[in-house]
């Protein structure tokens, strides 16, 4: 049985542990969305870009489309050599693919090259359309 002063208490208990698991709740939800931010691709700013090239064979690019405005490539086919020839050698470059993969060989190659602008591996396609924020397109 409770005494008055029994009650009391309970009663204070229960607001504190409330209040606790609020404050913990809130605690959780800012640390969680922190992480989501913090794993976002980080946007790259578009307006000191020289171009966008696409290194996905012309197979990737029909099912997925491609980013507006990019350059497709097939780094597959052999063709980025003589492809780049027309690229300025001191542009700026977000290169993607499907993964990155294609697009950081490609980034050495024109680092080798003498390409001396910013080349941006942008990984791959969804990636890539997040960072560039442009939009799909039919490839």
Same mark, same amino acid.
């Given at each position: ?5 029994g ?5 204070v ?5 409330s ?5 913990a ?8 969305l ?12 578009? +307006?000191?870009v020289? !171009? ?7 197979? $990737?690019?029909?099912? %997925? &489309?491609? =980013?507006?405005? /990019?350059?497709?490539?097939?780094w ?6 003589s ?15 499907? +993964?990155?993969?294609? !697009? ?7 680092? $080798?090259?003498g390409? %001396? &602008?910013? =080349?941006?591996? /942008? ?17």
């Amino acid at each position: 049985m409770y005494t008055l002063g029994g009650i009391r208490k309970e009663i204070v208990r229960t607001k504190f542990n409330s209040a606790f698991k609020a404050v913990a709740a809130i605690f959780v939800l800012v640390f969680a969305l922190n992480t989501l931010t913090a794993c976002s691709a980080p946007q790259i700013e578009m +307006s000191k870009v020289t !171009a966008v090239i696409d290194l996905r064979t012309p197979g $990737e690019v029909a099912e %997925t &489309g491609t =980013l507006e405005g /990019a350059i497709v490539i097939d780094w597959n086919a052999g063709e980025f050599e003589s492809a780049s020839a027309n690229l300025d050698k001191a542009g700026n470059y977000v290169l993607f693919c499907r +993964s990155g993969n294609r !697009a950081g060989q490609a980034i050495a190659w024109m680092q $080798e090259n003498g390409f %001396t &602008g910013e =080349l941006t591996n /942008a990984g791959g396609f969804a990636d890539a359309q997040a960072a560039t924020g442009l939009a799909v397109v039919a490839g």
